[in-house]
């Protein structure tokens, strides 16, 4: 079976919204949209207060080349452009818009629909930069810059990320069961960009029914060759360099970028996002999150306008079953807290676990006994344990000699360690202090 070195066996916590299908939730009276749904530049808005906006229609421009477009999820008033808190935590400007419940649609976007083989490579990519697609499974790189390789790239493998390694988390999973068609036409397209006759699409081997129900797919196109890649059920096989190695088998080198080794990586979501750009003219509104956690009375997967605030999602789903002492926007591995549910569902809110006290108990650190354990788990093949300690010192020099800046921050060497060590957190502090100190250092 296919996977890479290292990795935990969390439990996955899924059968809660596994089988339960896509419901589509109506968009609430006021809806939030940060300008910064996505790594890089904030966008900037380009609609002002007592603006009428339609379904689609952009409201917040690109800030550069590393960016997304915005638009709003519904049609209506802009009623207000002010800081509201994102789920980050950081209080930023928000286009606030009163919805007149009627969804009137702006026009699709411009060069979409007909005939996606007769577009040039240019041509799709900007449809998609249009759309304001970013990376969908929770890492937001805008979908446009990771397809703008460097003229001198030989890519000859599109790889789909159906991994969804994340536990709690099933809304890649109901995706791939309930929006075949637009993943199947998702990766067509992107190897139409590419020029290549053959596709992958990992999926771990905890979802048969989905594994079975995309073979099923794969086989009805008759002049292409989409590869379903069964993968072995481990954390973090959704990540980029851990995907691409099972896939492929090829090495990242540190520092890399897939396509330096011959890779796109996108997301389900995305896949099926650019699908929708390109054959439909649709920019994206919505998104698949999955509601869960024990504190959730009715846990499942809701299809949501972006911009609805995670109370509002909460609340029609059916509230909380107990208190919650914390609340997640993804999984319990990489997602992060959130200050409150105020905040709204953004590009790469897969999902919501709100968590109760049981789930959530703070266990206190103790000092590192040397047992190895967390670095026969990390999935980079590097050392947590002299990183944490490292890290705890300001030792930049050795931070740097054992390549912190290759950790992809996925809370392995946490989950195993019998200290509690607080590792991952270390090693984010230490990665700001030196990303401060090489800005400095250029200034
Ligand atoms: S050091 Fe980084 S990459 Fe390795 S297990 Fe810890 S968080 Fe994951
Ligand atoms: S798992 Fe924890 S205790 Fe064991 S070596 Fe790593 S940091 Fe130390």
């Not at 007592?50 to 999820?73: C, P, T």
């Not at 490292?390 to 921050?409: F, G």
Request: with cysteine; glycine share 8%.
């Amino acid at each position: 079976m296919n996977t890479f070195h290292g990795g935990i066996h969390p439990d996955g916590h899924k059968t809660a919204t596994a089988s339960k299908p896509i419901c589509d939730l109506k968009p609430p009276t006021e809806l939030v949209f940060p300008v910064s749904q996505h790594i890089g530049a904030p966008a900037k808005p380009c609609v002002k207060v007592g603006d009428r906006v339609l379904m689609g229609q952009k409201i917040a421009e690109a800030g550069g080349f590393v960016s997304a477009n915005i638009h709003s999820s519904v049609s209506g008033t802009v009623k207000a452009i002010e800081n509201r808190l994102h789920p980050n935590g950081v209080s930023m400007e928000c286009i606030i818009i009163e919805n007149d419940g009627l969804d009137e649609k702006a026009p699709p976007l411009e060069n979409s629909g007909g005939d996606y083989t007769k577009k040039t490579p240019a041509e799709i990519i900007d449809i998609v930069r249009e759309a304001g697609i970013v990376g969908m499974g929770g890492a937001t790189f805008p979908t446009h810059v990771k397809l703008s390789v460097p003229k001198e790239a030989k890519i000859d493998h599109i790889i789909i990320n159906g991994a969804e390694c994340e536990p709690y988390l099933t809304s890649d999973h109901r995706a791939m069961l309930e929006t075949t068609d637009d993943i199947i036409g998702g990766i067509l397209i992107l190897m139409h960009i590419f020029g290549l006759n053959d596709g992958y699409i990992g999926i771990e081997d905890n979802k048969p029914d989905a594994i079975a129900h995309m073979s099923e797919a794969a086989k009805k196109v008759s002049d292409k060759n989409i590869h379903i890649v069964p993968l072995k059920t481990k954390y973090p096989q959704g990540a980029e360099k851990q995907l691409i190695f099972a896939v492929t088998g090829r090495k990242m080198a540190p520092g890399t970028l897939p396509w330096q080794s011959g890779c796109i990586v996108n997301n389900i979501d995305t896949c099926a996002s650019i699908f929708r750009a390109v054959a439909n003219g649709e920019p994206v509104i919505r998104r698949i999150v999955t509601l869960s956690g024990d504190a959730i009375a009715s846990p499942s997967n809701l299809r949501v306008r972006l911009g609805s605030s995670f109370s509002y999602l909460i609340e029609e789903s059916g509230g909380f079953s107990q208190d919650t002492a914390k609340i997640l926007m993804g999984g319990p591995m990489m997602g992060m807290a959130v200050p409150n549910t105020s905040v709204p569902v953004i590009k790469g809110t897969s999902g919501i676990v709100a968590l109760g006290a049981e789930s959530s108990k703070f266990e206190q650190e103790s000092a590192c006994i040397r047992c190895a354990k967390c670095v026969y788990a990390c999935p980079m093949n590097l050392q947590p344990n002299l990183l944490d300690m490292a890290a705890r010192r300001d030792d930049m020099c050795t931070l740097e000699k054992l390549y912190i800046n290759d950790c992809i921050e996925c809370g392995s060497c946490a989950f195993v360690c019998p200290s509690k060590r607080r590792q991952v957190q270390q090693i984010k502090t230490a990665k700001a202090k030196l990303r401060d100190l090489a800005k400095a250092a250029k200034a």
